[in-house]
């Protein structure tokens, strides 16, 4: 794991966040937020985090700032984006889905480090040209994959052998799941890395092996899960000493 060295050494991990509307103390206003398990575990990672509102399209000026990037979680992706059904729908945020497809974009043209969780991993999977399943309990017959309203269900998942999830998680794995959507069509240029039982897409990566890791369950809540991000901010930290040599 990175050391907690110097400010300087520390990679710094972009987080993007949303804007919803947010009650504390006196106020009740439009806020950008985040949950701070997000925050928690990149700091616990030896990682800096910082918070990228959804301000528009992003500029390569704010790429060159980060060192790594998490795509968090969140709303639905807008099917129209896979040609998927067109639905009104309070969950998707057209302001989220224009400023991370650009930074997906631009990370990827940087060669930064990215793990993408839960929403990260279905943007992901149709910013490389592949389609969502818009509700995965109407194909798999349960919601098992659901969670609780504001709360999140064990899953268990077995991981494809000689891949980077595998090799970091083992492989099977019990993961905190809040999603009703996944992966239909996987998208050219992404692997399988794990599934659920019922066969649900999991995980992905990239098949160059480049760090582009996906997961479908949120590492952010278990403590007991931080492999992956711990991966992501050593691979970081080497991009940062790399572009400063």
């Known amino acids: 794991?990175?050391?907690n060295g110097s400010e300087d050494e520390r990679p710094v991990?972009?987080?993007?966040?949303?804007v919803e509307q947010t009650r504390f103390n006196d106020w009740d206003v439009p806020s950008a937020v985040l949950p701070h398990a997000y925050v928690a575990m990149v700091t616990e990672a030896g990682g800096i985090p910082v918070l990228l509102p959804p301000a528009g399209v992003p500029t390569p000026g704010l790429v060159r700032l980060l060192d790594g990037l998490v795509l968090t979680g969140g709303a639905d992706i807008d099917p129209a984006r896979y040609g998927g059904p067109a639905v009104e729908s309070p969950g998707t945020r057209s302001d989220r889905d224009e400023s991370e497809f650009g930074l997906f974009e631009l990370g990827r043209a940087a060669?930064?480090?990215i793990l993408a969780v839960c929403r990260g991993l279905q943007l992901v999977n149709v910013a490389f040209g592949g389609t969502l399943i818009p509700h995965l309990p109407d194909v798999i017959g349960h919601e098992e994959h659901s969670g609780s309203a504001g709360g999140f269900s064990v899953t268990r998942v077995l991981t494809t052998a000689g891949s980077r999830v595998?090799?970091?998680a083992g492989p099977e794995v019990k993961v905190s799941c809040h999603h009703h959507q996944a992966i239909d069509r996987l998208?050219?240029?992404?692997?399988?890395?794990?599934?659920a039982a019922d066969g649900t897409i999991e995980a992905a990566e990239a098949k160059d092996g480049s760090f582009l890791v996906g997961v479908q369950w949120h590492p952010e809540v278990d403590s007991a899960d931080r492999r992956l991000v711990r991966a992501l901010v050593d691979a970081a930290a080497t991009y940062r000493r790399e572009r400063s040599a």
Do not use: F, K
């Open 111 to 113: 060669a930064l480090p």
């Open 187 to 195: 998208a050219d240029g992404l692997v399988v890395t794990a599934r």
């Open 1 to 3: 794991m990175v050391s």
């Open 13 to 18: 991990i972009g987080l993007p966040t949303y």
């Open 166 to 168: 595998a090799e970091l």
